[in-house]
Protein backbone atom coordinates (compact mmCIF):
# COMPACT_ATOMS: atom_id res chain seq x y z
CA UNK A 1 0.00 0.00 0.00
CA UNK A 2 1.59 3.74 -1.00
CA UNK A 3 1.65 6.31 1.76
CA UNK A 4 -0.92 8.26 -0.11
CA UNK A 5 -3.43 5.51 -0.44
CA UNK A 6 -2.63 5.16 3.44
CA UNK A 7 -2.69 8.72 4.07
CA UNK A 8 -6.07 9.28 3.03
CA UNK A 9 -7.36 5.90 4.90
CA UNK A 10 -6.36 7.68 8.07
CA UNK A 11 -9.09 7.59 10.86
CA UNK A 12 -9.95 11.22 11.30
CA UNK A 13 -12.23 12.08 14.52
CA UNK A 14 -13.87 15.61 14.29
CA UNK A 15 -15.41 16.80 17.58
CA UNK A 16 -17.22 20.35 17.43
CA UNK A 17 -20.56 21.36 19.34
CA UNK A 18 -21.45 23.63 16.34
CA UNK A 19 -22.52 21.81 13.22
CA UNK A 20 -22.04 24.38 10.51
CA UNK A 21 -17.75 24.08 11.63
CA UNK A 22 -18.55 19.57 11.34
CA UNK A 23 -19.56 20.50 7.91
CA UNK A 24 -17.20 22.73 6.94
CA UNK A 25 -14.24 20.18 8.26
CA UNK A 26 -15.75 17.40 6.80
CA UNK A 27 -16.13 19.31 3.42
CA UNK A 28 -12.23 20.24 3.17
CA UNK A 29 -11.11 16.95 4.21
CA UNK A 30 -13.45 15.08 1.90
CA UNK A 31 -12.69 16.85 -1.20
CA UNK A 32 -8.81 16.33 -0.53
CA UNK A 33 -9.32 12.63 -0.35
CA UNK A 34 -9.72 11.49 3.24
CA UNK A 35 -12.50 9.29 3.26
CA UNK A 36 -13.01 7.82 7.30
CA UNK A 37 -14.34 10.98 8.72
CA UNK A 38 -16.18 10.70 12.27
CA UNK A 39 -17.89 13.76 13.82
CA UNK A 40 -19.40 14.34 16.90
CA UNK A 41 -21.08 17.24 18.17
CA UNK A 42 -21.11 15.54 21.83
CA UNK A 43 -17.57 15.45 23.53
CA UNK A 44 -19.50 12.73 25.54
CA UNK A 45 -19.88 10.70 22.14
CA UNK A 46 -16.72 11.55 20.81
CA UNK A 47 -14.69 10.18 23.91
CA UNK A 48 -16.93 7.08 23.28
CA UNK A 49 -15.79 6.56 19.66
CA UNK A 50 -12.49 7.61 20.62
CA UNK A 51 -12.41 4.74 22.82
CA UNK A 52 -13.84 2.21 20.44
CA UNK A 53 -12.19 3.44 16.70
CA UNK A 54 -8.51 3.92 16.45
CA UNK A 55 -8.20 7.38 15.23
CA UNK A 56 -5.30 8.59 13.32
CA UNK A 57 -6.13 12.31 14.02
CA UNK A 58 -8.47 14.35 16.12
CA UNK A 59 -9.84 17.40 15.34
CA UNK A 60 -11.09 19.13 18.60
CA UNK A 61 -12.92 22.09 19.51
CA UNK A 62 -11.98 23.53 22.80
CA UNK A 63 -14.65 25.46 23.79
CA UNK A 64 -17.65 23.55 24.32
CA UNK A 65 -20.62 22.22 26.67
CA UNK A 66 -20.80 19.48 28.47
CA UNK A 67 -16.83 18.64 28.37
CA UNK A 68 -14.20 21.46 27.45
CA UNK A 69 -11.79 20.42 24.85
CA UNK A 70 -9.36 21.02 27.97
CA UNK A 71 -11.33 18.13 29.50
CA UNK A 72 -11.79 16.07 26.79
CA UNK A 73 -7.86 15.82 25.93
CA UNK A 74 -7.00 15.23 30.14
CA UNK A 75 -9.87 11.97 29.36
CA UNK A 76 -8.07 10.74 26.11
CA UNK A 77 -4.60 10.92 28.10
CA UNK A 78 -5.84 9.13 30.75
CA UNK A 79 -6.81 6.41 28.46
CA UNK A 80 -2.85 5.24 28.13
CA UNK A 81 -3.05 4.76 24.40
CA UNK A 82 0.53 3.28 23.50
CA UNK A 83 0.96 5.49 20.48
CA UNK A 84 -1.82 8.22 20.64
CA UNK A 85 -3.11 10.13 17.69
CA UNK A 86 -2.15 13.63 17.17
CA UNK A 87 -4.86 16.51 18.36
CA UNK A 88 -5.33 19.33 16.04
CA UNK A 89 -7.33 21.86 18.23
CA UNK A 90 -9.69 23.87 16.66
CA UNK A 91 -10.20 27.19 18.68
CA UNK A 92 -11.18 30.53 18.05
CA UNK A 93 -8.97 31.95 20.74
CA UNK A 94 -5.33 32.77 19.59
CA UNK A 95 -3.74 34.04 22.86
CA UNK A 96 -0.20 32.37 24.39
CA UNK A 97 -1.94 31.04 27.44
CA UNK A 98 -4.71 28.82 26.00
CA UNK A 99 -2.32 27.80 22.84
CA UNK A 100 0.29 26.91 25.63
CA UNK A 101 -2.24 24.98 27.94
CA UNK A 102 -3.45 23.11 25.02
CA UNK A 103 -0.30 21.96 23.87
CA UNK A 104 0.78 20.84 27.60
CA UNK A 105 -2.83 19.17 27.61
CA UNK A 106 -1.67 17.03 24.82
CA UNK A 107 -2.46 18.88 21.59
CA UNK A 108 -0.42 18.74 18.63
CA UNK A 109 -1.10 21.64 16.76
CA UNK A 110 -3.65 24.36 16.42
CA UNK A 111 -6.09 25.85 13.49
CA UNK A 112 -7.76 29.09 14.28
CA UNK A 113 -11.58 29.68 13.52
CA UNK A 114 -12.41 30.89 11.15
CA UNK A 115 -10.83 28.10 8.63
CA UNK A 116 -8.52 28.83 6.55
CA UNK A 117 -8.77 25.87 3.66
CA UNK A 118 -5.16 25.64 2.93
CA UNK A 119 -4.00 26.08 6.32
CA UNK A 120 -6.27 23.54 7.62
CA UNK A 121 -5.49 21.25 4.80
CA UNK A 122 -1.66 21.46 5.44
CA UNK A 123 -1.73 20.96 9.05
CA UNK A 124 -4.18 17.99 8.67
CA UNK A 125 -1.51 16.61 6.00
CA UNK A 126 1.40 17.05 8.04
CA UNK A 127 -0.31 15.59 11.80
CA UNK A 128 -1.31 12.28 9.48
CA UNK A 129 1.91 11.83 7.56
CA UNK A 130 3.76 12.00 11.13
CA UNK A 131 1.16 10.00 12.22
CA UNK A 132 1.62 7.11 9.04
CA UNK A 133 5.79 7.49 10.23
CA UNK A 134 5.20 6.82 13.65
CA UNK A 135 2.70 3.66 13.14
CA UNK A 136 5.25 2.45 10.31
CA UNK A 137 8.24 2.87 13.37
CA UNK A 138 5.95 0.79 15.51
CA UNK A 139 5.53 -1.82 13.20
CA UNK A 140 9.33 -2.41 12.13
CA UNK A 141 10.14 -2.14 15.75
CA UNK A 142 7.75 -5.00 16.72
CA UNK A 143 9.12 -7.08 13.52
CA UNK A 144 13.11 -6.15 14.62
CA UNK A 145 12.09 -7.57 18.23
CA UNK A 146 10.11 -10.53 16.74
CA UNK A 147 13.17 -11.39 14.47
CA UNK A 148 15.49 -10.80 17.52
CA UNK A 149 13.67 -13.00 19.42
CA UNK A 150 13.95 -15.95 17.22
CA UNK A 151 17.62 -15.26 16.79
CA UNK A 152 17.79 -15.09 20.33
CA UNK A 153 16.10 -19.04 20.62
CA UNK A 154 18.37 -19.97 17.76
CA UNK A 155 21.46 -18.98 19.94
CA UNK A 156 20.14 -20.74 22.95
CA UNK A 157 18.87 -24.47 21.76
CA UNK A 158 22.61 -24.07 19.98
CA UNK A 159 24.02 -23.82 23.87
CA UNK A 160 21.64 -26.38 24.82
CA UNK A 161 20.63 -24.09 27.90
CA UNK A 162 17.73 -25.59 30.25
CA UNK A 163 14.14 -24.88 29.30
CA UNK A 164 13.81 -22.32 32.42
CA UNK A 165 17.31 -20.82 31.96
CA UNK A 166 16.36 -20.00 27.98
CA UNK A 167 13.04 -18.30 29.19
CA UNK A 168 14.64 -16.37 31.65
CA UNK A 169 17.75 -14.91 29.30
CA UNK A 170 14.59 -14.58 26.72
CA UNK A 171 12.63 -12.14 29.55
CA UNK A 172 15.93 -10.39 30.36
CA UNK A 173 16.81 -10.07 26.98
CA UNK A 174 13.14 -9.20 25.32
CA UNK A 175 12.52 -6.78 27.79
CA UNK A 176 16.02 -4.62 27.60
CA UNK A 177 15.14 -4.70 23.47
CA UNK A 178 11.74 -3.48 24.06
CA UNK A 179 13.13 -0.62 26.77
CA UNK A 180 15.60 0.38 24.34
CA UNK A 181 13.39 0.69 21.44
CA UNK A 182 10.83 2.64 23.31
CA UNK A 183 13.13 5.19 24.59
Do not use: W
Not at 46 to 70: R, S, W
Amino acid sequence: MSSCHSQYQAKILIVDDEPMNLTILEDILTSEGYANIVCEENPINAIEAYQQQHFDLVLLDLNMPNKTGFEVMDIFKGLNLEVPPPVLVLTALNDSLTKLKALRGGASDFVTKPFDYEEVVSRVNNLVMMRMSMKQLRDNNEDILSSLRSEMETVFESLALSPETEAKLLGVLSSVATKSVSE
